[in-house]
Nanobody, 122 residues
């Protein structure tokens, strides 16, 4: 089971990025996929999570209305569209997988990909 996160980069405040989480070794069907982020000196926090087989999504309050999570099961890829980015969104973003329905709590997720850096300049 492997997860590959990509799409990070440097963007100005107000800009957009789209992160991708591609899976290998398993299919997303029946799994929840979550995006988490960790800024320097801070705890890793849940940003947005999707249980696509059940039509359930979660968003952290700090990103509601700005970020959109979606799943393309045919491509075994989950996306995180991030709009209206703010400097406080700067962090390493990780994707993770959990079997079944999950919220955005770290302990629910068993499989983690490497992170992708998102830097938002002011």
């Amino acid at each position: 089971v492997q997860l590959q996160a990509s799409g990070g980069g440097l963007v100005q405040a107000g800009g957009s990025l789209r992160l991708s989480c591609a899976a290998s070794g398993f299919t997303f069907d029946g799994y929840a996929i979550g995006w988490f982020r960790q800024a320097p000196g801070k705890e890793r926090e849940g940003v947005s999570c999707i249980s696509s087989s059940f039509g359930i999504t979660y968003y952290a309050d700090s990103v509601k209305g700005r970020f959109t999570i979606s799943s393309d099961n045919a491509k075994n890829t989950v996306y995180l569209q991030m709009n209206s980015l703010k400097p406080e969104d700067t962090a390493v973003y990780y994707c993770a997988a959990a079997w079944g329905i999950a919220t955005c709590m770290r302990y629910e997720y068993d499989y983690w990909g490497q992170g992708t850096q998102v830097t938002v300049s002011s």
